[in-house]
């Protein structure tokens, strides 16, 4: 079946340095579907990105990912982290009915 | 902006008690899903659903049941509530595949 892998379960970084998260993932479809959820504390768990397209760069709010499916991967970057960035960041993969998480990623920013 | 309700948000029950989460979704979504939240593990599907009466197994099924009584209402049964069971529990819903999951704010169950 699918599943996701998110080596890093802790990532402490200081502020202003560049940000990023590992995600790799396995699926029998070719058309995948990559999602990048962001969990703040005691908030809804919410989309930060998502993507299909091989080798395109996707962006919002200052973080961006790009699809590689001879990878397999969907590394979320960010090029200056911000103390607002501290969250638990999820990598999905979208099936055709269900939407598989890996392990979550606790990203710290430390000033 | 999507709306997906779970209630109650916190909950508090003994060993081999009898509860029931509830969520609504008014985002006219076939899918909605059964998550719950532990350290270490992440979010993982418990039970998840396309449609009234509809019902899927999902990864960690065991204890729980489910029932979907319309499209908007989405139900997670515990019956006999174990410690193991403690966890933070998450109501998401879906249209077609590709779009965004949307979850509601989460309930917290801690079983004595």
């Known amino acids: 079946g699918d599943s996701v892998t998110q080596k890093e379960g802790l990532v402490t970084l200081t502020e202003g340095l560049p940000v990023m998260l590992n995600c790799t993932y396995q699926?029998?479809?070719?058309?995948?579907?990559l999602f990048w959820y962001v969990h703040y504390l005691n908030e809804s768990p919410r989309l930060l990105l998502k993507?299909?397209?091989?080798?395109k760069r996707t962006e919002h709010q200052g973080f961006h990912a790009t699809l590689h499916k001879s990878s397999s991967s969907f590394h979320l970057q960010k090029s200056s982290a911000q103390l607002s960035d501290s969250a638990l960041y999820y990598c999905a993969l979208g099936g055709a009915d269900r939407l598989t998480f890996g392990k979550g990623t606790q990203l710290i920013i430390q000033p | 902006e999507a709306a997906v309700t779970q209630s109650p948000r916190n909950k508090v029950t003994v060993t081999g008690g009898n509860v029931t989460l509830s969520c609504r979704q008014t985002n006219s979504h076939n899918y909605m899903y059964w998550y719950r939240q532990d350290t270490g593990h992440g979010l993982r599907l418990i039970h998840y659903s396309y449609g009234a009466g509809n019902l899927q197994i999902g990864d960690v099924p065991d204890g729980y049941k489910a029932t979907r009584t319309t499209q908007e209402d989405f139900f997670l049964l515990l019956e006999l509530a174990s410690p193991s069971q403690t966890s933070l529990y998450f109501c998401a819903s879906r249209g077609d595949r590709g779009t965004e999951v949307f979850f509601g704010k989460g309930t917290r169950l801690t079983v004595v």
């Open positions: 699926t029998i479809y070719s058309n995948a579907f």
């Open positions: 993507s299909s397209t091989d080798n």
